[in-house]
């Protein structure tokens, strides 16, 4: 039940996790008024449960030849570092950003042309990449040697980057307070009021929240939201299972991909082992067959890992979309309202460069890229031609706020 509360803000982001977060930064840090509202804890979906590895992207030089998206993979890769740097000297969190280079390797005939494929556009970008025999990819990860002869093909490639995920979203959190930032985890939007053209208003379970603008960063519970101004977006949850065994420290040098699967390594000789790729609904739950599966295919590829206690395991809803490429931009038919979702699995590496992106936008200056490709109307259905003058439809309690 809605309380009586109000408040008001400039900018009000709805959904907590890193995008929203990186956005709200950003404002923030250039003097706007932003407050964050999540349906449930800040930074607790699908950005804590990625991996947070950050794959090699063009350098501004090749951006010429680059798509938009590979653009936004650039500039993100630029500002990973510096934003990493930035965090730890003003919150004291070390998200343990580090470049630790990656190896993608192909078992088959079918993953090896998908390698091929990724390799020749890393290079066409200016990407340093090198392929690599078996003797080379049991040289760089001795925990793979025994299972050399398996692989049919392998790329290194030194650029790529990772970090650790819930300690990003420590940081960014601690970060956002220290620039004023209002977070209200725990607040649940059920309708907006409108006048004309625009949103004036949010109307949440904690009460109402008066806004000069707004912008749905809610992952896969976006679409919901949309349809409750009236647009038919088709964003859907893809979930992802993952496991972390305790290894000892340097056991996995790199992050390994083998086809759609990989392995993250930390500092502290933790090991990701990732992902499934299931269209399960909102149905956020680790199961059995899956956890067996990702332990088998671990072991099956780097022979040491069988045995290693499961320290945790657990599932992320991911925002898909029908072309795999998010949805940036303002929201047709309304003046003040923008949405930035559907980032896949690639929310954790594309988060600095959507927040300056959309900062941009919201602010109405010049974005560093061209997001006019990544606009909603490319998949919109039926949209509600009118808004009305008072409140614009509920929307869903199991999937708005976050």
């Known amino acids: 039940m809605t309380t009586s509360r109000s408040s008001s803000c ?5 959904g907590g996790g890193v995008v929203g ?25 699908a950005s804590w449960a990625g991996a947070g590895m950050i794959p090699a992207a063009p350098a501004e030089s090749h951006w010429k030849v680059a798509t938009p998206l590979e653009q936004l993979e650039g500039l993100s890769q630029r500002l990973h570092p510096a934003w990493h740097g930035q965090l730890r000297e003003s919150t004291g969190v070390d998200t343990e950003y580090r470049q630790c280079g990656a190896l993608y390797l192909a078992t088959n005939p079918s993953e090896a042309e998908v390698v091929q494929r990724v390799a020749d556009r890393r290079q066409y970008l200016g990407i340093a990449c090198e392929a690599l025999d078996g ?33 990003l979203l420590q940081a ?21 009021a409108s006048s004309e053209d625009s949103l004036t208003a949010a109307v949440t379970s904690q009460g109402i929240i008066h806004a000069d603008r707004f912008c749905l960063t809610a992952g896969c519970w976006s679409g919901q939201l949309a349809q409750s101004v009236g647009i038919d977006l088709p964003v859907r949850p893809i979930r992802g299972q993952i496991i972390l065994v305790q290894g000892p420290p340097g056991m996995v040098r790199r992050n390994l991909y083998v086809g759609m699967r990989y392995f993250t390594p930390r ?9 499934t790729l299931e269209d399960a609904g909102f149905h ?80 109405g200056e010049e974005s560093p890229i061209d997001v006019s490709s990544f606009g909603v109307e490319r998949e919109l259905g039926q ?15 199991s999937a708005t706020g976050h």
């Not at 400039?10 to 709805?14: F, Q, S």
């Not at 930032?181 to 607040?187: A, D, E, Y």
């Open 10 to 14: 400039g900018t009000l982001i709805i």
């Open 172 to 192: 960014l959190t601690s970060a956002c307070q220290m620039v004023g930032v209002t977070l209200r985890p725990g607040t649940q939007v059920e309708r907006f």
């Open 135 to 167: 003797g080379q990819i049991a040289a760089q990860e001795p925990v793979l040697a025994s299972q050399a002869n398996r692989f049919v093909k392998g790329y290194s490639v030194p650029s790529e980057a990772q970090f650790r995920s819930p300690r």
């Open 267 to 275: 500092l502290d000789g933790r090991l990701l082992v990732g992902s």
């Open 284 to 363: 956020k739950v680790n199961t059995v067959t899956a956890v067996a599966d990702l332990t088998t295919w671990a072991a099956s590829i780097a022979p040491a890992t069988a045995g290693l206690p499961i320290e945790h395991r657990w599932a992320g809803l991911r925002p898909g979309t029908a072309d795999n490429r998010p949805y940036l931009g303002r929201l047709p038919r309304l003046q003040n309202a923008w949405i930035a979702t559907g980032h896949f699995r690639a929310g954790l590496q594309l988060a600095p460069a959507t927040a300056v992106v959309m900062r941009s936008l919201i602010c």
């Open 383 to 397: 949209i509600d031609q009118k808004l009305s003058s008072a409140t614009v439809g509920p929307a869903s309690r």
């Open 21 to 45: 977060l990186s956005l709200a930064w950003e404002l923030g840090q250039r003097g706007e008024k932003v407050c964050v509202v999540d349906r449930g804890q800040l930074g607790q979906e």
